[in-house]
């Protein structure tokens, strides 16, 4: 099975911070991997698909890149609304497989 | 309006069985791969299995491969996950969720969960 492996696993930033979130896979996933966000108690949502495509009305501050194994996620300027946990998941082979998630706190 | 809609959660004594349900409207059910995941309290996600839109093939974790069997009835909008030999680290709230496409790939929608809780 692919492993994804995500950092920070929590950090603490403030409105208008820049937040960079690392994802690294096991193995060769070229560019299937895609960005959730979680709020508490919701469901996820799709932020980031094939790795840097933004999602149908995702905002523009939030963004990812990277393929093969390495692969990160930004948000520009942080929003009282990002405060959450996101994770990586890819989708290159069976089982999909989630990273561990980054819970992103105010700080 | 898309919805998602599980049922079939609650508490069960381990190695026992359990089957839930998801009843989907709002969306051409058949058109769809469809997932479940996953979230045990306080963790992460975890992609459990997923079916393609024909049913042709289905995936799981390796966790539950061999006592988890996904299914779906496409006349119903209905899909299934039927779970055997039950542990306490079953214990989740279980989605059903929408992929974007017909193969397994990323998901676009989720229903609010169901709850299974395995103790004895």
Known sequence: ?107 | EEQLVESGGGLIQPGRSLRLSCTVSGFTFGDYAMHWVRQAPGKGLEWVSGITSDGGIQGYADSVQGRFIISRDNAKNSLFLQMSGLRAEDTALYYCARDVSVRITMIVGWGQGTLVTVSS
């Open chain 1, 1 to 107: 099975d692919i492993q994804m492996t995500q950092s920070p696993s929590s950090l603490s930033a403030s409105v208008g911070d820049r937040v960079i979130i690392t994802c690294q896979a096991s193995q060769d996933i070229r560019k299937y991997l895609n960005w959730y966000q979680q709020k508490p108690g919701k469901a996820p949502k799709l932020l980031i698909y094939d790795a840097s495509n933004l999602e149908t009305g995702v905002p523009s501050r939030f963004t990812g890149g990277g393929s093969g194994t390495d692969f990160t996620f930004n948000i520009t300027s942080l929003q009282p609304e990002d405060f959450a946990t996101y994770y990586c998941q890819q989708y290159h082979d069976l089982p999909l497989t989630f990273g561990g998630g980054s819970k992103v706190e105010t700080k």
